[in-house]
Every structure is written in C-alpha cells, then in structure tokens.
C-alpha cells in the first residue's frame, strides 16, 4: 500500500467513526467537521489527503503552514487552520494565510490580531483557547479569566470570533473539560467547539464538538 492509499484509508475510517459518534449522540454527521492535523507532515501527504476529499487542515506552527499551504491552496479549494500556541511576531503571519486561528488566549495576541487584520484587510474567523486543565506550561486562557477575555474579545472581534477551543490534560478524563468548554461557549452564544483529538474525538463529539483536530490517525505517528 502507498502512502497516499493508507491515508485515504485513515481518512475513510476517521470519517466513519466520526459519523457513528454523531449518530450515537443523536447528532447529525454534517454538524462535525474533521480538522486534519498535518504537522510535522511532508505536503505530499497534506496533498493525498486533499485527492482523497480532505479539504480542512490545521498546523501548529505559522512557519511550517507557511511553507505547506500557499502552493497547495492555488489547486485546490482548502481551509487552514492554525492551532498551535501563537507568538505575537507571527500574527501577522497568521492572518495572512489562515483561514481559522484557534489559539486566542491573551491580551497582548488579541491587540496583535486586531492590528493585523486591519493591516492586511482580511479576518480569519478566530477561536479561543482556554486552558481547562490549569496547566501551567499549557497555551490557552485560565478556566477563571475566560468569561471575561470572551467578552472583551466579542466586543473587538465581533462575529469573526465564532467559538471555543481547548486540549485537556493528558492521561485525565476528558469529558469534564469537554462538557466545561461546552458550557461555557453556550453561556456566550459561541456556535463553534473545537475539542478531540486521536486519542478521544468520539468522547469529543458526544460532548457536543463541532470540529475535531485529528493527526495521527489519519497521518500516522510523528
Ligand atoms: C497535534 C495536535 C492535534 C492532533 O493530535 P493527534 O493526537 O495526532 O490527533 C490536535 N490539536 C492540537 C492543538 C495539536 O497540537
């Protein structure tokens, strides 16, 4: 089996799991979207996916999305999001080739961000990360300060911030930060939950996840 024939089938099964999650939730499989995460990943594989009908990628880092994305974007229909902590020197970066930048979690990123956007006259829909783990090496807003940097960040961003986003604790049980972030963007009328990866996008989807960041299950180890 080639490379590109054992993504496409990851990316069959994935989607398949996804729709059984959906279903088994008595949601509808068209609610989810998969993100797939292509990392540390070659655009030869980033290119498989997209023959095998993947059209929404993520990637941690700004400079790796930067070297990928641009020439795979001038043949084919995609959407990139960035989910990896973000330094405040790439959000320019960011909003130039991003579609979605899921990581909003502090003050000075926020300033950044909106310059940015006014600089180069393009908003990329925006998410906000909380760190529902309260770890402290961990990107994403303290659980205790979210409710108000969503607020400040609705009143500067308006509709271009659609939603919520977080990676719990590894070798925990999602679930309780999984419901936390549901609760949470519901309180604040967020439509979008980015949550579940791998190892827990079902647990993700029965928690109410809209999109689902999945890598290694559809690209393999890194
Ligand atoms: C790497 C990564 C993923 C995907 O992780 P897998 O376990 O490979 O599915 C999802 N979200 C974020 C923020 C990541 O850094």
Redesign the pocket.
């Known amino acids: 089996m080639t490379e590109a024939e054992s993504i496409a089938g990851n990316l069959r099964r994935v989607r398949d799991r996804i729709a059984a999650a959906a279903r088994a939730a008595c949601r509808l499989p068209e609610e989810i979207t998969l993100?797939a995460?292509s990392?540390t990943k070659p655009a030869e594989a980033v290119a498989a996916a997209l023959a095998a009908g993947q059209t929404v990628f993520?990637e941690?880092r700004v400079q790796e999305a930067a070297a990928k994305f641009p020439a795979l974007r001038a043949t084919h229909p995609l959407s990139l999001h960035i989910?990896?902590g973000l330094q405040t020197n790439k959000a320019r970066d960011a909003v130039r080739i991003a579609d979605v930048i899921?990581?909003l979690d502090r003050l000075k990123l926020a300033d950044a961000l909106e310059a940015a956007i006014a600089r180069e006259g393009r908003t990329p829909a925006l998410l906000i990360?909380v760190n529902t783990g309260l770890e402290p090496q961990k990107s994403g807003v303290a659980r205790d300060q979210a409710d108000g940097f969503i607020e400040d960040c609705q009143s500067r961003f308006g509709t271009a911030l659609t939603g919520l986003?977080c990676?719990p604790p590894q070798g925990e049980d999602p679930r309780p930060h999984f419901t936390w972030l549901a609760g949470c963007a519901a309180r604040h009328n967020l439509g979008t939950l980015?949550m579940g990866?791998?190892?827990d996008?079902e647990i993700a989807i029965a928690c109410g996840a809209t999109w689902v960041?999945?890598?290694?299950?559809?690209?393999g180890?890194?």
């Open positions: 993100v995460v990392k993520g941690n989910i990896g899921e990581t990360e986003m990676v980015s990866m791998s190892a996008f960041r999945v890598g290694s299950a559809i690209f180890g890194r």
